[in-house]
């Protein structure tokens, strides 16, 4: 496993090739990841999410900054759904980040949103892994937007980030279900808006009628101010950092450690077991061309999807059905 | 088929039944969506995506009452993740909406977001399909956020209207991966705000950029002002209404309609796929145990998800490895 041994050392080369390989399927990628896997674990793994617009990769940009004065190595994914329209979501503030590029204790990279099977959310996995094998101190994740898929990958997480602006409409309201039940901070970025207040108010009342247990983590409510002033920005900044290092602290010795590593573990589980039982088949379908036959029948209306997907479960299941 | 037969005579208490049995997975809903599956196909399915607050519902709201003039029967479907803390994303459109309750013409039905095998896109397929059997003209499908699973539930539609308003920042940037792609209609709402003009002309710009076949459908940019200003408002919608019925015609009349209608197919036939093949091998390693066992190997380290998940791929799948 040379590859394996490089990435340990904290190659950054031969880990920007293999976190590629994860995002392009190839197949070979397969068992460096799986040589690395005992190697992980040691890093702290940050997710940070929120609407488009709501400031992340600034803060991510601070973060950066901050751990390093705090000595931390520090890994930074970007999950980031590209389109031919807009060329990736955030160019400005990635360039921004790319000041980094010449400290060799932070490794960033992106991730591009391909195919349909849910191999996005197994790719920030594996990619994860690479990071944390590497022995980067800190992982932190930025994705795009509230979609499910985002609250899919925020499970990777210990520590999870909900980043809000004041001005957005109804903040509060368009929080898509899952993210607020799993977020850890509460982050009001650009609180120089107007609106800041109430919006951290309403969080503040969320959080307090929110049944958290005894011993259990209370999210705090930070707010950070205008980027544009650095200063006061980097005040808040490493209050904001703290907190995230002040979390983890709190994991490590709680007795939701447990909870929240198998809650991990059972994520990356199911993502892995999606991708290994849907693609034999449906590689399968389509090599055959069985998948398009099975359109043609449909388009007749001589069969309905239900049965066709059920003969194909016959067909390709054996000792579950 | 006692409920199949209820429902293709519009019983709307049958088909509200079979779609709550549809969301909650419901052994039993399969037959009767095999059913019904040969009466499908007449309805003109549209799609309405945008941010949260992008005024979705109110459009929609508009669009029934446009349509209903226009002696069309329609049925609604909210596909709305809900929350403990939210308690469904936009209630107060919602009970808006249901001022045309009392039509016998009008049929409005939410699905909330549940699991996590990908199981609400299907369902979103299934719904729309016994909205289809009940006679209706048209069906309106309204998605919260521009996460993946909207651009997936999106498929579903003959005619994709996409909604954006001024001042939510950087608008275009925001959107999601593949929504602009397969957008036939964008719609600027609240267009009597500050920068609805730059936002249109963006669109425009996009749009011209956008390599268009000949013969080929080019998404117009319509505008909506303030639904405070009822007369307006009733205006531009009748607009927005109109052009939604002239793309099905260009549609039905077009070379065009085979791919719209065979990429519909094509999606429904793998989310059904998705269900069958999935469903069976993760509901054997619930009910084993196993699932709890392999998660502790990985917290031990002993084994890796890739390793394991292929093992459970050799026991369960046949004829595809």
Redesign the interface.
């Known amino acids: 496993m040379e590859t394996g041994k490089k990435i340990k050392a904290g190659d950054v080369r031969a880990a920007s090739r293999l976190i590629r390989d994860i995002e392009d399927s190839v197949p070979e990628s397969?068992s460096t990841?799986?040589h690395l896997?005992?190697y992980t674990?040691k890093a702290q793994v940050v997710g940070i999410t929120g609407?488009?617009?709501a400031g992340k990769s600034t803060l991510v940009d601070g973060l950066i900054e901050s751990s390093r004065k705090k000595e931390k190595t520090v890994g930074v994914l970007a999950v980031d759904?590209?389109?031919?329209?807009?060329g990736g979501?955030?160019l400005g503030d990635r360039i921004r980040m790319q000041r980094h590029a010449e400290d060799p204790g932070v490794f960033i990279r992106s991730l591009a949103?391909r195919g349909?099977l849910?191999g996005?959310s197994k790719a920030v996995?594996d990619a994860i892994h690479v990071m944390d094998a590497m022995g980067k101190d800190v992982i932190f994740v930025e994705t795009v937007?509230?979609?499910?898929?985002?609250v899919?990958i925020i499970h990777y997480a210990h520590t999870v980030l909900v980043v809000l602006v004041p001005g957005?409409?109804?903040e509060?309201?368009?929080?898509?279900?899952?993210i607020?039940?799993i977020a850890d901070i509460f982050v009001v970025n650009k609180a120089d808006r107007e609106g800041a207040g109430k919006l951290q108010r309403e969080l503040m009342t969320?959080i307090e009628m929110?049944k958290i247990p005894p011993g259990g983590w209370r999210p705090p409510v930070l707010t950070i101010g205008n980027s544009f002033k650095p200063e006061e920005f980097a005040i808040d900044i490493e209050k904001l950092s703290s907190k995230v290092f002040e979390h983890y602290e709190y994991l490590v010795n709680s007795e939701f450690i447990g909870d929240r590593?198998?809650r991990k573990?059972?994520h990356?589980?199911?993502?892995?077991?999606?991708?290994?039982?849907?693609e034999?088949?449906?590689?399968?379908?389509v090599s055959t061309g069985e998948?398009n036959r099975?359109?043609d029948i449909?388009?007749r209306?001589e069969?309905?999807?239900?049965?066709?997907?059920?003969e194909?479960?016959k067909?390709?299941?054996?000792?579950?059905?």
């Open positions: 397969k990841i799986k896997f005992p674990g609407s488009p617009g759904p590209t389109s031919p329209f807009t979501a955030t949103t349909s849910g996005l996995g937007g509230t979609g499910q898929q985002e899919e957005m409409g109804d509060i309201q368009a929080i898509k279900a899952g607020m039940e969320m929110s590593l198998r573990t059972t990356e589980l199911l993502e892995a077991l999606r991708v290994s039982i849907l034999p088949v449906m590689r399968m379908l998948l099975m359109v449909l388009m209306k069969s309905d999807p239900c049965s066709l997907s059920e194909v479960a067909k390709y299941l054996q000792g579950c059905l």
